[in-house]
């Protein structure tokens, strides 16, 4: 969604990069860059003229001249202001003390309050709530029919007592007001603990929906009314916010289709306009792309700093904890990672939803966003089909798969040996670095660190001679053991170090740098 905006402030703060000092100049002409920036992102012009002009005038002040870098201070100002017209603090669902707490949820036809009403209630339930759909939208051609379907997916129970209309030519016959009263009763009498209440849409603002809107309100008294709202809208996000506002006195705001290719200015927009936070943000098809909006995280996504946090998130939610555990005591006991233990952190990961999605998470994921468009989701499914068209033996021993073995193997995963022959080598390099780092190595191609252990080699570092094979003839090997104890033997120092007993100490044998030994009392 923030694609666009995040490339164009990202590439302005790579100009104030290596300057000691700002200017009134430098910061003017970055204030500039980021009004464009903002603007270009059907930011409401308002919203840009304020915003910049906190930027400028904390630019200007001691924070930024006495700061060791004054680039770094800008972007932690245009950080800290984003956050706050995003809302500035995560806002929570307020739930009520006593009885069902009700949320209504109100905005134009086709922002995706329906299927958001899934969302949410799948969100609540896998928070410990016990929440029920009620479907009050009696206007909207089979838009009770979707609000079951969408209750049947997520797992909750939905309370239709009128079928609606099924086409635009049927005349609403139902009362909505009297279906949402009733359903906030039915959840009373069943022990639901949330009542979500779906009320019918416009393609635009009109009086006769606020009207509608406004009614349901008084005869259910919510605790939060939920103003879902396209991302995808732009500039007229603002001019339906308010009417909304003005209309039902909404509480929180939802952004839904974030995961869109707009340009993101209603998310930036209506959070500042209305004095509303954004509570949830729908990040995408699936009922399971729904989070709870960080204005902190989704600043850090904006600037290019990652959203770490959330991707750890995730990963407590999805993780299966017995297998971490299994992996980490096979981690601990310096067992072989095998293509089955490969298959199952293949599993975990896909668990976690989009690999794209979590990828742009990392820190300057920008960077490398034209390769991660390109990233093909379906590269997770061909990798599980060539390990399962394996063996037992051969996942736990790879190296038996032979010429004959790769070709079968290809064909029962239904893709070419050239790409058996790739999977193979990155797993047998994921396998060294597995065992490197179970010894303590440390990280291949790493200078160890002071108690973690040494790591790879290094430029101009001499590599460490290769241990000499055993001969195979009995009689020789035991010969080539004989000599190799007798050479350990001689190798023990036995000078005076450390108050050990005497004989002569031989520098050498430390291998120090040349003339080093002088130091030592060597020759």
Do not use: C
């Not at 002409?29 to 840009?48: G, W, Y």
């Not at 991302?231 to 909304?244: L, R």
């Not at 064909?411 to 303590?440: D, I, P, T, Y």
């Not at 005076?496 to 060597?522: E, H, M, T, V, W």
């Amino acid at each position: 969604m923030f694609n666009s905006l995040s490339d164009r402030l990202t590439a302005t703060f790579k100009n104030l990069r290596g300057k000691g000092r700002l200017t009134e100049a430098d910061v003017d002409a970055t204030v500039r860059e980021i009004r464009r920036a903002l603007l270009d992102a059907d930011v409401a012009v308002s919203v840009v003229r304020e915003f910049t002009g906190r930027i400028r005038e904390r630019a200007l002040g001691a924070e930024v001249s006495a700061a060791l870098n004054p680039s770094q201070q800008i972007v932690k100002i245009v950080n800290e202001e984003l956050q706050e017209i995003l809302g500035g603090e995560t806002r929570r669902i307020r739930l009520a003390k006593t009885g069902p707490t009700i949320i209504m949820l109100a905005g134009l036809q086709g922002a995706g309050k329906t299927t958001l009403a899934g969302k949410l209630a799948k969100w609540l339930k896998a928070q410990g709530h016990s929440p029920v759909l009620v479907a009050a939208d009696l206007q909207r051609p089979n838009a009770v029919t979707q609000l079951q379907i969408v209750g049947e997916r997520a797992g909750v129970h939905v309370f239709a007592p009128h079928p609606g209309t099924t086409s635009d030519l049927d005349v609403p016959t139902g009362d909505p007001v009297a279906v949402a009263r009733a359903g906030v009763d039915e959840a009373r009498q069943k022990l639901h603990d949330v009542v979500i209440v779906d009320t019918a849409g416009r393609l635009g603002v009109d009086a006769e929906m606020m009207d509608q809107a406004r009614r349901i309100r008084q005869a259910i008294i919510p605790n939060e009314v939920l103003f879902v709202i396209d991302s995808m809208i732009g500039q007229d996000a603002v001019n339906t916010a308010v009417a909304f506002d003005e209309g039902v006195n909404f509480t929180g705001v939802v952004l839904s289709k974030l995961d869109g290719d707009a340009r993101g200015g209603a998310a930036l927009s209506v959070a500042s306009v209305t004095g509303k936070p954004v509570m949830f943000a729908s990040t995408g098809e699936s009922l399971d792309d729904f989070e709870l909006f960080h204005p902190d995280r989704m600043a850090s996504r904006i600037l290019d700093m990652g959203d770490v946090l959330t991707l750890i998130e995730q990963a407590e939610k999805n993780w299966d904890k017995d297998e971490a555990a299994r992996m980490a005591k096979k981690f601990a006991d310096q067992e072989d990672f095998t293509l089955d233990d490969f298959l199952a952190q293949m599993q975990q990961i896909r668990n976690m939803g989009s690999m794209k999605k979590m990828l742009m998470m990392m820190p300057g994921a920008q960077n490398i966003r034209q390769q991660l468009e390109q990233f093909d989701e379906r590269e997770i499914d061909r990798v599980e089909a060539i390990v399962r068209s394996m063996t037992p033996h051969e996942r736990l021993a790879p190296k038996i798969i032979n010429g004959s073995r790769r070709a079968r193997i290809a064909r029962g995963s239904g893709v070419h040996v050239s790409e058996v022959n790739g999977l193979l080598e990155r797993f047998a390099q994921a396998q060294k670095m597995m065992k490197k780092l179970a010894q303590g190595g440390g990280m291949p191609g790493m200078p160890g660190m002071p108690g973690i252990g040494g790591g790879g080699s290094r430029k101009g570092a001499k590599s460490a001679p290769k241990k000499k094979a055993r001969s195979g003839n009995p009689a020789k090997a035991a010969q080539e053991l004989r000599d190799a104890e007798n050479k350990r033997a001689k190798a023990v120092p036995t000078g005076a170090a450390f108050g050990q007993p005497g004989g002569d100490f031989d520098p050498s044998q430390l291998n120090l740098p040349k003339g080093f030994d002088k130091f030592l009392g060597g020759k």
